[in-house]
């Protein structure tokens, strides 16, 4: 107890509910930011002169800064502390979302999603500090967390479409007054209380980020450049191999920038693969959905010709939808156990995407299919982030997040590149347009990969069951205990259910 009072700071709040409304007020800020960009792409794009696949490799760009940096913010909290890296993940995103606004142009557009690709870091420290400071409100907290997230994101949209209705570069403004608040949300809350050690590994730092940025230029420009042309097959040797050496360097370091050896717990492995899977196509999806629906009919054969404001109305009924899964999810894993919510998320994603294929034609039709897409969203975010936490000890808790956020955030990129690769195949030859079988592709790919999540999930055993006896592995943070067993934590509740 003397450990958590001492680590307390002069404004900081309590561990009890003040502590979560700060979170809230910076989950919030990450969900305007993640919201509100997406449905002004369009307009966006005929000021700035963007065609539709460069629309969608600014999407591709932001979830690319989302996979480099996921593994930086959370190793760099490891050591420095969650809250001082949390403070300078919001300056960095608060400073791209100015530069957004004032600046408006296509370079500033590609500088400021990157910038604000360090939200990503918020959730692993977040987390970090809640399990420290009340372990009690670990399931409940994480739930709300992401409820909070995802209606921010619709409100986001909705609000920057409203702005956008004279001029599209207005709604680029909905994040700046946001930032402010979660800047001062930052400042009040305390640091957790494990301990701290070890160094940051640049060699492998270099590598992943190196490996990633070449394994997602070839998804994205593979249909560009050819997928058999020496460009594009250099590319994707030099990036196996740079990935490669990477995880070599990982499993061989004392000090790991992502601890290859904790995806031996094989629930935290199981947990990636499927987050990473759900990710891909409930994610990786949304810059396509807001180009399919502001798509004109008239010119395209397809599509709802809707504004700005009409797309972040649908967007806000997609997270609304997601809402109601986060929330539930806490309550259905305990009637249920967590491996049937863990594989609900994925079938029901599966069950979305295939309605997308062969009902599009309407706009209801096209509105169930999202919502059901939406809901999905709400039920693999909610769940996948709780057993990661769960999987380690309480002094691994960010860096377990933080490895289900690189599954998730690598996920959404290479779907987002996928998709965008099928997008460039099948675009109309003189226009920015896209075939409609475009879409089709995409969303069978959605679906499929899906498909492969929920079949991982059902590998998925809760603590105490047989077969899950943990696995040690090596990079754990100081005052780790050999051999101690990453069981339920405080606050708890064993999810067996029979299901295990």
């Given at each position: 107890m003397s450990t958590r009072i001492s680590q307390f700071r002069p404004g900081a709040v309590s561990s009890g509910p003040g502590m979560l409304a700060a979170m809230a007020v910076v989950v919030l800020f990450s969900g305007i930011v993640q919201g509100y960009l997406t449905p002004l792409l369009p307009g966006l794009g005929l000021r700035l002169h963007i065609g539709s696949v460069g629309q969608n490799n600014i999407y591709l760009l932001s979830q690319l800064a989302f996979a480099v940096m996921t593994p930086l913010l959370s190793r760099l909290?490891?050591?420095?502390g969650h809250r001082k890296l949390l403070r300078v993940a919001l300056a960095m995103v608060a400073g791209g979302s100015l530069l957004m606004a004032a600046w408006p142009s296509a370079v500033t557009l590609a500088v400021g999603v990157v910038l604000q690709g360090a939200l990503v870091g918020f959730f692993p420290l977040l987390v970090g500090i809640l399990r420290s400071r009340a372990p009690e409100r670990n399931r409940t907290g994480i739930s709300l967390l992401v409820g909070v997230l995802l209606i921010s994101i619709g409100v986001g949209g909705l609000v920057a479409g409203v702005l956008s209705e004279q001029q599209a570069a207005k709604g680029l403004w909905t994040a700046v007054p946001v930032a402010v608040l979660a800047v001062v949300a930052g400042l009040l809350l305390p640091d957790s209380a494990v301990p701290r050690g070890g160094r940051f590994h640049f060699g492998a730092a270099a590598l992943l980020t190196a490996g990633l940025v070449a394994l997602v230029l070839v998804l994205a420009q593979g249909s560009v450049w050819g997928w058999s042309s020496p460009l594009t097959l250099g590319?994707?040797?030099a990036a196996v191999a740079v990935l490669a050496a990477w995880a070599a360097v990982e499993y061989r370091s004392a000090?790991?920038?992502?601890?290859?050896?904790m995806l031996g717990n094989p629930r935290l492995a199981v947990v990636s693969g499927y987050t990473f899977c759900a990710a891909f196509g409930t994610i990786g999806f949304l810059g396509a959905n807001a180009l399919f629906l502001g798509a004109s009919p008239a010119e395209t054969g397809y599509g709802m010709g809707m504004g700005s404001q009409t797309i972040a109305a649908v967007s806000l009924g997609m997270v609304l939808a997601g809402f109601v899964g986060s929330t539930l999810s806490p309550r259905l894993a305990r009637w249920t156990g967590d491996r049937a919510v863990l594989a609900s998320g994925c079938l029901l994603a599966a069950l979305g995407f295939l309605s997308m294929i062969f009902f599009h034609d309407t706009l209801a039709e096209y509105l169930t299919a999202a919502v059901v897409v939406g809901l999905a969203t709400g039920v693999f975010e909610s769940i996948s982030r709780t057993l990661s936490a769960e999987a380690v000890e309480e002094h691994e808790t960010a860096l377990a997040v933080g490895i289900n956020e690189l599954a998730?955030?690598?996920?959404?990129?290479?779907?987002?590149?996928?998709?965008?690769?099928?997008?460039?195949?099948?675009?109309?030859?003189?226009?920015?347009?896209i075939e409609v079988s475009g879409f089709r592709w995409a969303w069978g790919a959605c679906a499929v990969v899906a498909l492969l999540g929920g079949a991982a999930a059902l590998r998925y055993r809760s603590p105490g069951a047989a077969g899950t006896e943990p696995v040690q592995h090596s990079g754990s943070r100081p005052g780790s205990r050999p051999g101690s067993r990453p069981g339920p934590q405080p606050g708890h509740v064993s999810q067996e259910g029979g299901l295990a």
């Open positions: 909290g490891d050591l420095y590319l994707a040797v000090h790991p920038l992502v601890s290859v050896r998730l955030s690598l996920g959404a990129a290479i779907g987002a590149a996928v998709i965008g690769a099928f997008f460039a195949a099948h675009e109309v030859h003189g226009t920015t347009h």
